[in-house]
């Protein structure tokens, strides 16, 4: 029997490793979730991945895998079921680009902007909104990035809502307008509120610990 442990962050800002998370749970795939305090990272974190000492780390049979994209699409080749990604070459091409947009423009963006001061604000925010225009036209007319059903990029889109929600209140401001963005932001609603979502949603109070410091982390056991 080959085990998966995920080495994962409780409150970890972008959620990013709660998309591991869900990616395991579409798949069908059973996990014992264990805590870790990444301010005294465990010789399995330091062991699994050397380079980064960063979550999340996915490690099969022994084998670590770092990096939360490389990651998803692993464990959607690792496990039949429940596809992450469509068939297609060119469309899982064209996801693939989505995702990374949304880590490199999205979710640093959003940060950026709580963080910008005086003029340098409104630049950053919008800028923010201009790469959040991009997945509105994306979403458009579709109950999920992927079609019909719950794929990839939904999972990696799936971190922005609560991460932007904590911004805009920790830092004043507006970034997931629902006018500018309906699309987008209809679709953020009925995502979190999916209960295989929902109930691995970091809280606000999390968010918050995050950023006072008191960072943790999940070690995921899976069979």
Known sequence: MKFTKSIN???KAFNREKTVEWALKLKGVAYEYLEEDLRNKSPMLLQSNPVHKKVPVLVHDGRPIAESLVILEYIDEAWKGYPLLPEDPSERAKIRFWAR??????VLGAWAACCAKGHEREKAIESAQESLSFLEKQIEGKKFFGGETMGLLDLVVGSLPNWIEFLEEHGGMKLLDEEKFPSLYEWAQKFINIPIISERI???EGLINYFQGGQNS???TGK
């Open 202 to 204: 970091p809280t606000k």
């Open 218 to 220: 999940r070690l995921t």
């Open 101 to 106: 947009f949304t880590d490199e423009k999205c």
């Open 9 to 11: 962050s409780q409150s």
